[in-house]
């Protein structure tokens, strides 16, 4: 099992974080258009935990801003995808 370092979730712990999230609307779905750069000890949007300066952050500006790690994001994504093509 991987353990994600930032976030302290496995990666199949993370995943169906993600799921149940966007099935009860608490995170929208994104489609790839986010800002990367260096982490401002923002909350994750997914894992509620601080990224750090040395970790990268992807900034998302819409619907509202929000800020995840970059792993958090990945999976966020792909779920979205996953979410779109299963016409949900």
């Given amino acids: 099992m991987s353990m994600n370092q930032a976030t302290g979730l496995s990666d199949g712990e993370l995943r169906q974080r ?4 966007l099935g009860r609307g608490k995170l929208f779905r994104v489609d790839g258009n986010g800002f990367a750069g260096r982490g401002t000890q ?7 935990r601080p990224i750090p300066t040395p ?4 900034r998302i500006e819409e619907p509202r801003q929000v800020f ?4 958090c994001y990945a999976i966020w994504l ?3 995808k996953s979410l779109f093509e299963s016409g949900n």
């Fill in 68 to 71: 995840a790690h970059l792993k």
């Fill in 55 to 58: 970790d990268i952050e992807i």
């Fill in 18 to 21: 993600v799921r149940d999230d």
């Fill in 78 to 80: 792909e779920e979205s």
């Fill in 42 to 48: 923002q909350r994750c949007t997914v894992c509620n």
